[in-house]
């Protein structure tokens, strides 16, 4: 049974949105530079709420999900710990 974390994030014009599982990690700092690295680029409707359901496959896992501006900056950005 895969385990789920649901994130509700504004995304506005010009942003884009990346995600990650992975085995421990944090979020990135926001208005720092972003790597994209390991990260995943999420579909998204510009002006919405991105409602993203992040899956893994452990209870040790970390779902990231990071919110990057038109500059490459982190916007905004929420690690939390899957769990079943």
């Known amino acids: ?3 789920t974390v649901a994130t509700g994030i504004d995304v506005y ?3 884009k949105v990346y995600y990650k599982v992975a085995a421990t990690g ?3 700092t926001i208005g ?3 790597t994209t690295t390991g990260y995943t680029e999420a ?7 991105l409602n993203l359901e992040v899956t893994g496959t452990s209870t040790n896992v970390t779902a990231i999900v990071v919110v990057v ?3 490459g900056k982190v916007r905004d950005a ?3 710990t899957l769990t079943a």
């Open 69 to 71: 501006d038109s500059n």
């Open 26 to 28: 944090t979020a990135p």
């Open 78 to 80: 929420k690690a939390q």
């Open 1 to 3: 049974m895969p385990l």
């Open 13 to 15: 014009c010009d942003e």
């Open 43 to 49: 579909t998204t409707a510009p002006g919405k709420a």
């Open 32 to 34: 720092t530079s972003f």
